[in-house]
């Protein structure tokens, strides 16, 4: 008796679960902006960012999460050299953001191998972490290139779809253009029958009654 109850059991837990395990994760989308605070946003390639791990004591604290650099120098007793975190600064440092780890294997940008409960949660901690927490001043190189390419595509893309609008309006037109012209054909077909018809009349037409029809 327990077992079937136990299979009931573990299939309404399983139905319950099936959206969650087959939605699949939308990670949120990032908006560049152009100027940041007035100024122009900056760029960073992995050697600029570098510079701001902590090292010289001059420079701020930056740390980017999902190709977004932020100004961490305020968490400096986190994020500073010698600190816990020190790690996670100078760099895109997202996967280690979103699986929680410091491993140098993990410091780096990539997560495409992540699960989606991992991407939802690196979501969360770049809201309501970094986003609320820090200010940005700027974004990785490979996040512009990133949105640069899928804009580029985006816009081959319209085009196409415009072009093959056009192709099918002009298509559109010439089959238009066919049939009246065909329309015509038939209606200087029909003329030149009638007209036909009208001189084989005139012609078998005897003189005598053309010559009343003129008097009249």
């Not at 036909?196 to 010559?211: G, H, I, M, R, Y």
């Amino acid at each position: 008796m327990a077992a079937p109850m136990m299979t009931q059991f573990l299939s309404v837990i399983f139905c319950l679960l099936i959206p969650v395990l087959c939605d699949k994760y939308k990670p949120i989308e990032i908006e560049l902006q152009s100027e940041i605070n007035g100024e122009p946003a900056r760029i960073f390639t992995a050697d600029e960012i570098r510079k701001y791990d902590g090292s010289d004591p001059k420079k701020p604290l930056y740390m980017g999460v999902r190709g977004v650099v932020f100004d961490v120098s305020d968490g400096k007793g986190f994020y500073g050299k010698g600190s816990e975190y020190n790690a996670l600064v100078g760099k895109d440092a997202t996967r280690a953001v979103a699986i929680w780890s410091l491993e140098p294997q993990d410091l780096v940008p990539d997560v495409n191998d992540l699960p989606d409960f991992k991407l939802k949660m690196l979501d969360e901690t770049f809201q309501e972490t970094y986003m609320k927490k820090y200010p940005v001043i700027g974004y990785m190189d490979y996040l512009v290139e990133h949105k640069q390419f899928v804009k580029t595509a985006n816009y081959k893309e319209n085009t196409r779809s415009l072009e093959n609008k056009d192709d099918r309006n002009s298509d559109k037109t010439e089959h238009k253009l066919h049939k009246e012209s065909l329309q015509s054909d038939k209606q200087n077909d029909s003329l030149d029958t009638v007209r036909k018809a009208s001189d084989e009349v005139f012609k078998n037409t005897p003189q005598t009654v053309l010559a009343e029809h003129e008097e009249l």
